[in-house]
């Protein structure tokens, strides 16, 4: 079983900087991850970083956003820089084993205030 325990969210300025972490435990993961999630909207990809390397982001975050991997800490990072109140979502972990089963943290909450 795949834990996945968040930290790092909070209340930021925009233009400001914060950094999300995530750190599994219990399984080999081949894609580890980001989606947020906005009051009223669907869960969307921030942005996802596989095994080898591979990093997608989407468009309102590419630039301001990196990704990040620690793979003997099977920890994933998310340094979000030059935040904007859209930002504002509950951020949640992502992980994929090589089984592709699919494992979600319990959320963090960013807040950007203008």
């Known amino acids: 079983q795949v834990q996945l325990v968040e930290s790092g969210g909070g209340l930021v300025q925009a233009g400001g900087s914060l950094r999300l972490s995530c750190a599994a435990s219990g399984s080999i993961l081949y894609t580890m991850g980001w989606y947020r999630q906005a009051p009223g909207s669907q869960r969307d990809m921030v942005s996802t970083?596989?095994?080898?390397?591979?990093?997608k982001y989407a468009d309102s975050v590419q630039g301001r956003f990196t990704i990040s991997r620690d793979s003997a800490k099977n920890t994933v990072y998310l340094q979000m820089n030059s935040l904007k109140p859209e930002d504002t979502a509950v951020y949640y972990c992502n992980a994929v084993n090589i089984w592709y089963q699919n494992y979600w943290g319990q959320g963090t909450q960013v807040t950007v205030s203008s």
């Open positions: 970083l596989t095994l080898d390397g591979t990093a």
